[in-house]
Each structure stands twice: as structure tokens, then as C-alpha cells.
């Protein structure tokens, strides 16, 4: 296959044709479970498929205007889905904002670190590989139940500026560990918009309790098999890319 082929057989799985474009909520939430695994944006050295350019219709640059019809329908239906389980959405692969079809999910959570367990969180931190901060977040969680960001920063101890980095570092190690995802939103702090967090076993449990029938060799081939019937082809190290040591 040339290039100029490759680009045309991504260009019609992402639905970046005018034709095949998504123009509503219904239209987004048949584009991610087509998908499986996708991004919300494009990210720069990442090969998947994205609603943003799924929405455009074509391979759109990012913009921070905010009036622009592409961006609207993108944010507005990812604020709109959470908490209603139309698919799981966090800051997974890489760090970025993906979202994963409820039917894939269970595969990237049998290959988490997590057991089904609300305490399991307790051998990482043991182990080391948990930080401290992602520790107090998870526990205010726990106790507390659901809460957006300013308070779970309070609940948390990390409330203030000088310590947000630590807070948003945090949150997003929870978040790419599958313990912690986004489930509504508030408005609450300075833009009167702050994300609802809530334990990732506690709102999909069903999900969560399928990954246990699921073994590792298992889970891998399934998130495989669909990311490469939407990219089409990719070496290993554009895989290791996109899914770092999830899969590799």
C-alpha cells in the first residue's frame, strides 16, 4: 500500500470525509464504539483516530476558539456523556484525553494494575510505583465518594497554586492507572468549570468485573486487533508510541 493509499483508507475509517463526518451526539457515540479506542484531539506523534477531526470532517488543526462549531459539538458531547456511561473517557494513552467504547474497556482494565479491589491501590504504593500525592487523592475519593476538583484538592490537602502541578500530575497518574476518571461536571472555581472525579471500579463496575475473565495475552490481542483495523498498518515502535507499556 503507497502513502497516498494509507492516507486515503485512515481518512474514511476516521470519518475524515465531509460525507461520512459526525454532526451530532448520536453520531460521536457510533464513531467511538466503531472505534474502540480513540483520542478526543489529535495529538502530534500519535496515530489513532480523534472525534475532533471526526466532527470536522477532514484532518483539522486544533484552535482555541471557542465559537468554532468543530470545537463546540467535540467538548459540548464529551461534557454531555460524562457520568452516563456512554463510554469510558479519561486521561489515558500518553496522558491525553481518550476515549474507550464500553465494550473495549474491560481489555485495557485487565491490563491495569487493578483486581477488582477499592485497596489495590495500596500494593503500587507499596511497591513504589504509586506516588503519595495520587495516594491522598485516591483516599479522599474513597471516603468521601464523588467530587469535583477544588474539592477534592481541599479532601486532599493540596488546595493553592503552589501546589497545583503536584494535584494535576496526580490526577493524571490516576487517571492513565485506570483508578480515577472524570464523571461530571461542576461549576465551581474561578471558571465555574471543574471536573467531577469518581473511582473508575465504582462507576463501571460491571466493566471492571468483566476484565477478570479476560487474561493479558487476551486483552492485548483485542486492543490490537481494533486499533489496527482503524490505523491499518503501524510499525512497533508507532505502537509503543500510542500505548507505551500497555501493550509493548
Known amino acids: ?46 496515530e489513532m483516530p480523534n472525534v475532533y477531526q471526526a466532527v470536522a470532517g477532514f484532518d483539522k488543526e486544533t484552535t482555541s476558539k471557542h465559537d468554532d462549531p468543530t470545537i463546540s459539538l467535540t467538548w459540548g458531547t464529551k461534557d454531555e456523556s460524562l457520568g452516563k456511561r456512554w463510554w469510558y473517557y479519561g486521561k489515558l494513552l500518553r496522558g491525553k484525553a481518550t476515549l474507550v ?15 477488582g479491589s477499592e485497596d489495590d491501590y495500596l500494593l503500587e504504593y507499596e511497591a513504589g510505583t504509586l506516588s503519595n500525592d495520587a495516594k491522598r487523592i485516591y483516599e479522599a475519593l474513597q471516603k468521601e465518594g464523588k467530587l469535583h ?58 466493566e471492571c468485573a468483566a476484565a477478570q475473565a479476560l487474561t493479558r495475552p487476551q486483552a492485548r490481542d483485542m486492543i490490537l486487533a481494533r486499533h489496527m483495523k482503524n490505523v491499518i498498518q503501524a510499525t512497533p515502535q508507532e505502537l509503543k508510541k500510542v500505548f507505551g507499556k500497555i501493550l509493548i
Open 149 to 206: 476538583a477544588i474539592q477534592l484538592k481541599r479532601a486532599s490537602g493540596m488546595y493553592g497554586d503552589e501546589n497545583k502541578t503536584r494535584f494535576d500530575r496526580a490526577l493524571t497518574e490516576l487517571q492513565t492507572g485506570l483508578k480515577v476518571m472524570p464523571v461530571g461536571v461542576a461549576q465551581a472555581g474561578a471558571w465555574h468549570y471543574a471536573f467531577i472525579y469518581e473511582i473508575v471500579s465504582r462507576h463501571l463496575p460491571e
Open 101 to 115: 467504547s464500553l465494550e473495549l474497556f474491560p481489555a485495557f482494565y485487565a491490563l491495569s494494575e487493578n483486581f
Open 1 to 46: 500500500m503507497t502513502e497516498k493509499d494509507l492516507l486515503a483508507a485512515r481518512n474514511r475509517r476516521y470519518r475524515r470525509l465531509q460525507t461520512l463526518r459526525c454532526k451530532n451526539a448520536n453520531d460521536i457515540r457510533a464513531f467511538v464504539n466503531d472505534m474502540g479506542v480513540c483520542l478526543l484531539f489529535p495529538v502530534q506523534g500519535l
